[in-house]
């Protein structure tokens, strides 16, 4: 099992353009995360969605959008780059029920010049 | 808005010493996860706390959830050099919507 994948590992935008960030989990979970990470910071929530066609904000999601239309993936899209976004990116999946354990994927480094 | 934060931010200390690293907030959580980051890679879980007072140990690591599940401790016993990391504790909001918020993050290097 791969467990969580994210594509690309590295990115270097302009600002304005925009990209989406692909995620991709074989576990069959039902909760999966993005979050972005600044130098020597915490992780900080951006959406999450608890299935298939059900996503919610977290505390930063300005600049993103997410859509989920399987259970095994969870894009997260940039509109209009700015450099505010340069960070990295984590996608996280939950299994559900009772239990608290997230998996994460290797990360995205985003640059916005 | 819900904070937890983490200290001290920075620990740089000789192997064979003991540490702890602190995780506060004013906000009860459902639950405390804590977590060891490795440079590039990921968050990968270390425990979860569920019960105030509960006390989980991992080796020469030990874990405690305060009594009321506002706050949360990592203490480190004899540091090695493969304890290095960053080190982020994460509660579950009570909202029952599976939330998690992060600490600011602890980075712990341990010289030889």
């Known amino acids: 099992n791969a467990g969580v994948t994210q594509t690309p590992k590295f990115r270097i935008l302009k600002i304005g353009q925009s990209m989406t960030l692909q995620c991709t989990q074989d576990?069959?979970?039902?909760?999966m995360y993005w979050y972005r990470q600044d130098p020597g910071m915490g992780l900080k929530l951006i959406y999450y969605?608890?299935?298939?066609?059900?996503?919610d904000k977290g505390e930063v999601p300005n600049g993103y959008n997410v859509s989920r239309s399987t259970t095994e993936d969870f894009p997260l899209r940039l509109e209009l780059a700015a450099p505010s976004q340069t960070s990295v990116y984590f996608c996280?999946?939950?299994?559900?029920?009772?239990?608290?354990?997230?998996?994460f994927g290797p990360g995205t480094r985003l640059t916005v010049l | 808005t819900q904070l937890l934060e983490q200290s001290p931010q920075f620990l740089s200390i000789q192997e064979g010493e003991n540490l702890t690293v602190y995780c506060n907030s004013s906000?009860?959580?459902?639950?405390l996860q804590w977590y060891r980051q490795e440079p590039g890679e990921g968050p990968v879980l270390l425990v979860t706390?569920?019960?105030?007072?509960e006390v989980k140990k991992l080796k020469r690591l030990t874990f405690q959830f305060g009594d009321a599940r506002k706050d949360s401790s990592l203490h480190i016993t004899a540091a090695q050099p493969g304890d290095t990391g960053l080190y982020l504790c994460?509660?579950?909001?009570?909202?029952?919507?599976?939330?998690?918020?992060f600490g600011t993050g602890t980075r712990l290097k341990v010289l030889a």
């Open positions: 706390v569920v019960t105030g007072g």
């Open positions: 906000s009860v959580f459902s639950s």
């Open positions: 576990m069959n979970h039902n909760y």
């Open positions: 969605s608890v299935g298939a066609g059900i996503t």
């Open positions: 994460a509660g579950g909001l009570t909202s029952g919507t599976y939330k998690y918020i």
């Open positions: 996280a999946t939950r299994r559900g029920g009772n239990t608290d354990t997230q998996y």
